[in-house]
């Protein structure tokens, strides 16, 4: 049996249990919510489990991720939650099924995590971002399935006229980065994606200039100038003198751990980026001996966010005192030499995130390579020199993501969970990696943004991006988050007329340059209404991959009978949606979250569609499955269809 007879078996005995379990609760008069039992079916069947047969970490996991993370209930809604999951272990025990293992065991797992269930669903940091939203929108009248009442809220959002908690989204993004919907790698630019960027969702001019005002450094800086008055003296190496250092310290609230033994200027090293930061953005400058105030500055003062964009620009120039040598005895830093060289790909490895942390061992890995070509230096592992320059360089590099945190363009989150750790291990290879995970704030975005724009790059906001021709939406989304691209289409199909949006995003349906550009646009087309449905009825009588995704689509929305799909259709839908994977080289990882028998079922099935990237993915699986007996199904389907060359396969 194939991974799509797999799934359908288990979702129609999902769909028979639940008829039977309503049946069976109405009558005995029990109380139960037939949601709950949808839900909880809907996620045994999509991790390949048995619909019938529940262990008791299923029920926990289900209890304390799966809920609180995506399902939206309102809170007197919550208790029923249990009290129906006790209702189906009573129904399972009796139903003519397979024993559910142990219905005691599972009764006690239920009442054991119920505080931990309640206490999750309060808190949303445990929800995932497309839940949080959707809890917004229902708090604020509107229908998440209403495409233009999503449009509007999300404009109402990026007006700065929706209140929300910031540091609950905050948290949930962190945890965003490690969800099986968002891939923790940093995306980077494909070369052939030439200088188009993802999609940014920016404050408004009135949030922007607030967060400038607050930020650390504009503050320090006020501070600073102001306590500079008509001048002070410098000594002989144009430091500040030492009295004069400890006294800005305390007024910065910088620089604590080091004023005792400060013996001059330069022992403080906050102290010194916050002068050379101020000289930088021209609100100081020296004068004969003096440190004074630049008389046609000061009104930038009073501009915040002018005085913010003047000390970004500045950034990249403060790498010999961001890096500064801590001893007589240390060679000059090669990232504070490089800095003006290494920035801009740093902070487009972030901006390329959306917002979304990712981990410092990612940026890590990329500032290294860049140094090793600039210096032609060796930075791997072994030797006490070489190890003593390890240490070194990611010290300075904590030193430059602090300064971006002090500007207010960064922010700093850390892994909490030991999955977490044990994923940031993988990416990066390291045993024992860096906890830390590190983002651009909206304030940041901006700035990073502003700087592309003015080189070039195609670097839109999601509003200017609803405006665009369909082909440019596809390619600038190629690299987004899911709820972005979400949130980008709704907008896109708002600001048409319906019937006009479904024959555009039709059309890339049909002939769209790649399958994760096809699936954007069937995503789409779920918000055009009853044009949408049209059109995918006009797209199944063509036939082919379009086709065999217009009859998925039409099940999904309950606009064709389940028994009216073909075999060969959902197998041709499922190799699409594998195939928009496998363009961003995912497929091993999708596959290896189902069942092994599944992902063999379906190197076996593939082979016998007419999907165009067929052979390309069976290749893969064959080269990369880290499973022998997978790897070898697929070597043996190529070297069938290919007349018996093992590895070979037809173009």
């Not at 020199?385 to 030193?399: G, I, K, Q, T, Y």
């Amino acid at each position: 049996m194939n991974t799509t007879d797999r799934r359908h078996t288990r979702e129609a005995a999902a769909g028979a249990l639940a008829a039977e379990f309503e049946s069976w609760t109405t009558a005995r008069d029990a109380d139960a919510d037939p949601f709950v039992v949808e839900v909880a079916l809907e996620w045994q069947v999509s991790r390949g489990g048995d619909p019938a047969r529940w262990a008791a970490e299923d029920i926990q996991e289900l209890l304390v991720e799966w809920f609180p993370r995506k399902v939206t209930m309102n809170r007197p809604e919550w208790p029923g939650v249990l009290s129906t999951l006790h209702r189906w272990v009573d129904f399972l025990s009796v139903a003519p099924v397979d024993r559910p293992g142990d219905p005691a065991a599972l009764h006690a797992v239920i009442d054991q995590v119920a505080p931990v269930f309640f206490e999750r669903m309060a808190d949303e940091r445990h929800c995932g971002p497309a839940k949080f939203w959707a809890t917004r929108m229902i708090e604020h009248g509107v229908d998440p399935q209403d495409g233009e009442g999503v449009r509007r809220f999300v404009a109402a959002v990026q007006a700065g006229e929706v209140d929300y908690d910031q540091d609950v989204l905050a948290e949930i993004m962190r945890r965003g980065a490690f969800d099986a919907g968002i891939d923790l790698v940093d995306p980077g630019v494909d070369e052939g994606a030439g200088r188009h960027l993802p999609p940014v969702v920016l404050p408004s001019d009135q949030d922007l200039a607030a967060m400038a005002r607050d930020s650390a450094l504009v503050t320090r800086l006020r501070v600073l100038v102001t306590w500079v008055g008509a001048g002070r003296a410098l000594t002989a190496t144009k430091r500040l003198r030492v009295a004069d250092a400890r006294e800005l310290a305390g007024l910065l609230n910088v620089d604590e751990p080091y004023l005792e033994r400060a013996r001059s200027s330069g022992d403080l090293p906050q102290v010194s980026l916050m002068v050379e930061w101020a000289k930088a953005v021209r609100v100081l400058r020296v004068v004969k001996g003096r440190l004074v105030p630049v008389k046609s500055a000061v009104g930038l003062l009073d501009r915040p966010l002018d005085l913010w964009r003047r000390a970004y620009a500045a950034f990249p120039g403060l790498g010999p005192v961001l890096c500064a040598p801590t001893s007589y005895y240390e060679a000059p830093s090669p990232l504070g030499e490089a800095l003006p060289e290494v920035a801009p790909g740093l902070l487009l490895g972030l901006y390329t995130a959306g917002g979304t942390p990712l981990p410092v061992e990612l940026l890590v890995q990329d500032v290294r390579n860049l140094l090793s070509e600039l210096f032609d230096l060796d930075f791997g592992v072994g030797g006490l020199l070489v190890d003593f320059r390890e240490l070194m360089w990611r010290r300075d590099l904590d030193n430059v993501l602090s300064a971006l945190e002090t500007l207010g363009a960064a922010e700093e989150t850390a892994a909490a969970e030991p999955w977490e750790l044990d994923e940031i291990a993988e990416l990066s290879g390291e045993e024992n990696p860096d906890p830390r995970l590190v983002r651009l704030t909206p304030l940041g975005l901006w700035g990073v943004r502003e700087t592309l724009s003015a080189e070039g790059f195609d670097a839109p906001t999601t509003e200017e991006l609803a405006e665009r021709p369909l082909d440019q939406v596809c390619e600038a989304l190629r690299h987004a988050a899911p709820e972005l691209a979400e949130s980008v289409m709704a907008n896109w199909v708002g600001v048409r007329e319906a019937a006009q949006a479904a024959a555009e995003l039709a059309e890339c349906c049909a002939a769209g340059p790649s399958p994760s550009a096809r699936l954007l646009a069937w995503s789409g087309l779920s918000r055009t209404g009853e044009p949408g449905v049209e059109q995918a009825r006009r797209l199944r009588a063509t036939g082919g991959v379009p086709g065999a995704v217009a009859t998925e689509w039409l099940v999904r929305h309950g606009e064709l009978a389940p028994s009216a799909a073909r075999r060969h259709e959902m197998i041709l839908a499922l190799a699409e949606n594998l195939a928009a994977r496998h363009e961003h080289d995912l497929l091993i990882d999708e596959l290896t979250r189902h069942p092994l028998d599944d992902q063999i079922g379906f190197a076996q099935a593939l082979a016998d569609t007419d999907h165009p990237d067929r052979y390309d993915m069976l290749a893969t699986i064959s080269e990369h499955h880290p499973d022998r007996g997978a790897a070898a199904a697929a070597r043996a389907v190529l070297a069938d269809r290919s007349g018996g060359a093992a590895g070979a396969h037809p173009r």
